[in-house]
T-cell receptor, first 114, second 116 residues
Framework: GENVEQHPSTLSVQEGDSAVIKCTYSDSASNYFPWYKQELGKRPQLIIDIRSNVGEKKDQRIAVTLNKTAKHFSLHITETQPEDSAVYFCAAAYSGGGADGLTFGKGTHLIIQP | GAVVSQHPSWVICKSGTSVKIECRSLDFQATTMFWYRQFPKQSLMLMATSNEGSKATYEQGVEKDKFLINHASLTLSTLTVTSAHPEDSSFYIC????????????FGEGSRLTVL
């Protein structure tokens, strides 16, 4: 099955700086890579996703890059704000016509220092 | 976005009892729902895929008889933790897709189970 590795486990940055979280996946058939943000005690919420036919996607301060050859993808948050503090999970899935659940990375606790 | 609701949000039970958790898709039909388990400060681990009208598909290492899943309608899946023990204490969270194929998973609020 799929295995997703995520680094770092904790990331502390100064407010206004950029944050980068990296993930690798093992199954070359995976073709969908979402990023979820989970605040303490709350449900995960999708912040951005990318499919394997695209190398980069951007939504305001958030961007995701995908390198299919190397099987890794990264989340980039620019101009970080206090409300960006949360746990971020990357995930991977293969849309083979079935109804596959996501395989999640272990998460990154992002701390924005004021 | 689509709304997935879970109930109860938290439950405390005695060891040996069974607990049922409901997951509902409020504004869409979900032929498939997913059940995850999350320990404190850890990731979401897929337990099983719940299929409407058929048996659930369990991930390796998840006991079928321990975690009973029933997906009786297009908007409701239930997870029953049978003969619960303290090690079953965890955050259980369900999710579903609002449209066919791969795409965004919408999560329920989660249910925190504490077994005494």
């Amino acid at each position: 099955g799929e295995n997703v590795e995520q680094h770092p486990s904790t990331l502390s940055v100064q407010e206004g700086d950029s944050a980068v979280i990296k993930c690798t996946y093992s199954d070359s058939a995976s073709n969908y890579f979402p990023w979820y943000k989970q605040e303490l005690g709350k449900r995960p919420q999708l912040i951005i996703d990318i499919r394997s036919n695209v190398g980069e996607k951007k939504d305001q301060r958030i961007a995701v890059t995908l390198n299919k050859t190397a099987k890794h993808f990264s989340l980039h948050i620019t101009e970080t704000q206090p409300e960006d503090s949360a746990v971020y999970f990357c995930a991977a899935a293969y849309s083979g016509g079935g109804a596959d659940g996501l395989t999640f990375g272990k998460g990154t606790h992002l701390i924005i220092q004021p | 976005g689509a709304v997935v609701s879970q109930h109860p949000s938290w439950v405390i039970c005695k060891s040996g009892t069974s607990v049922k958790i409901e997951c509902r898709s409020l504004d869409f039909q979900a032929t498939t729902m997913f059940w995850y388990r999350q320990f404190p400060k850890q990731s979401l681990m897929l337990m099983a895929t719940s299929n409407e009208g058929s048996k659930a598909t369990y991930e390796q290492g998840v006991e079928k008889d321990k975690f009973l899943i029933n997906h009786a309608s297009l908007t409701l899946s239930t997870l029953t933790v049978t003969s619960a023990h303290p090690e079953d204490s965890s955050f259980y969270i369900c999710s579903a897709r609002a449209s066919p194929g791969i795409g965004e998973l919408f999560f329920g609020e989660g249910s925190r189970l504490t077994v005494l």
